[in-house]
């Protein structure tokens, strides 16, 4: 699923980097939560809810992260259901501040996250990788 994700979203994907990243999730509780979507069909999705450390943000912050549903399940209420889940674990872990970032090309999913409540405030996401 990851693979499709990355495919979906014109991402670089090489399973020998992302697998050790994955493991990193599911064995460290201190990194994050990697959350499997599910429905009657079975597994249609999964979500990263990577933590960090902000004190504009008051402390624990979380990123949603490599939220990916599978092409037959989008449009049907899955991702707002999935978002509200978020929010609650979010809570419950002592974040109080989610991040996430969409591609300027998807309105539909930034219409979807601005209805759950999420805003641009007006800063641009920079990068810095080791390797560029």
């Known amino acids: 699923m ?14 020998a980097v992302v697998r050790p990243i994955l493991e990193t999730v599911i064995d460290h509780d201190a990194v994050g939560r990697l959350f499997l979507i599910e429905s009657d069909a079975g597994v249609i999705g999964y979500v990263l809810l990577g933590f960090g450390f902000s004190i504009e943000y008051l402390g624990r912050d979380g990123w949603i992260d490599e939220f990916f549903i599978a092409e037959p399940w989008r449009g049907r209420g899955a991702g707002r259901q999935v978002l509200a889940l978020l929010r609650d674990q979010a809570l419950a872990l002592g974040i109080r501040t989610l991040h996430l970032e969409v591609t300027r090309r998807n309105t539909r999913v930034q219409r ?21």
């Open 112 to 132: 979807l996250y601005a209805e759950a409540g999420f805003a641009d405030h007006d800063r641009t996401l920079m990068t810095w990788w080791e390797d560029q």
């Open 2 to 15: 990851v693979r499709d994700y990355h495919t979906y979203d014109h991402l670089p994907f090489d399973a």
